[in-house]
């Protein structure tokens, strides 16, 4: 059956209806090469670095020249990432520099005294006279000595800017190298600590945490069972890498260092899809966890 000659109003609509359905697929079909054309330029880029070595990637982000040989460079990498493992995997270290916070909001979590909350002073400003209020450091830990008062000094963590809590071994490393302008610091700080009169290194190793009685009551364990390295493998360790970058610090805040973590874009980029994350962690050589909701 032949079918009814189309009006010129339909005519009209079904030209619009043609013409935006071709529309919408050149769209589709163009978003498609720009995503396959991103997608590939970004492999292409991760798989370039991915074959610079350790040397180049190291100083591909330093901040001034780095003496080091190849070699030089490789030992100190392997070195130093001995030590990012003991910072950020040994509770006694990491714990002191971030994991515990007792005026975090989840001080109630891991700090088996609970939350506390930084005591305030108000002081001129140096350069316009105005009260100001800051935190009053020394005053906000005084409340630490009712459980830590078995050691010497008050019993503090490390500042913010020391926290070793997410970091992978590059940030460690250039944070020590900001942290300590002479290598020989470093090694001080390894074994007694910046402050010889407040031994915290020392006392962690102990896993006594500085607890007396009242402290005692509240931690899980007492002391904390020794794992992992010792003290002096820490110290042993410290010195392997100053010794591989020749005895002292040289070049930049970079120089020495392990290479910037290649392809950690979960962190950075926190809306990657599980798929790309996968995707990544097996150029690593890493089989992802999956995602907790």
């Known amino acids: 059956m032949l079918g009814c000659p189309l009006r010129p109003e339909d005519e009209t609509h079904e030209a619009a209806r043609v013409h935006h359905a071709y529309r ?49 460079s490789r030992k100190s990498a392997e070195a130093f990432n001995k030590i990012a493992e003991v910072f950020t995997g040994q509770p006694r270290c990491v714990n002191c520099h971030g994991a515990v916070n007792p005026f975090g909001p989840d001080a109630y979590k891991t700090h088996g005294g609970g939350i506390f909350f930084p005591i305030m002073k108000t002081e001129p400003n140096p350069d316009t006279g105005e009260p100001e209020t800051s935190p009053d450091i020394a005053a906000s830990f005084q409340p630490c000595k009712v459980c830590h008062d078995a050691f010497p000094g008050t019993w503090t963590t490390a500042p913010p800017n020391l926290s070793f809590v997410g970091k992978d071994a590059f940030t460690l490393c250039t944070q020590q190298r900001d942290r300590f302008s002479d290598a020989r610091d470093f090694i001080k700080h390894i074994e007694t600590d910046a402050d010889p009169s407040t031994p915290f290194v020392q006392e962690a190793f102990t896993g006594r945490m500085g607890l007396n009685t009242i402290g005692r009551s509240l931690a899980k ?16 360790m410290a010195h392997d890498w100053v010794d591989a970058l020749g005895g002292k610090f040289q070049g930049g805040r970079t120089c020495g260092c392990p290479p910037e973590s290649r392809l950690s874009f979960r962190g950075r980029w926190p809306g990657l899809s599980m798929r790309w994350q996968r995707f990544l962690k097996l150029l690593e050589g890493k089989q992802p966890h999956a995602q907790k909701n």
Do not use: W, Y
């Not at 978003?31 to 190291?58: D, G, V, W």
């Not at 364990?221 to 042993?236: E, M, Y």
């Open 24 to 72: 919408q697929r050149t769209m589709t079909s163009r978003a498609k090469r720009i995503a396959l054309a991103l997608a590939i330029s970004l492999l292409s880029a991760l798989l370039a670095r991915s074959m610079l070595p350790p040397a180049a990637l190291a100083q591909s982000t330093n901040d001034g020249e780095c003496p080091l040989s190849h070699e030089q």
């Open 221 to 236: 364990k007492f002391p904390a069972p020794p794992v992992g390295v010792t003290h002096q493998d820490l110290i042993q």
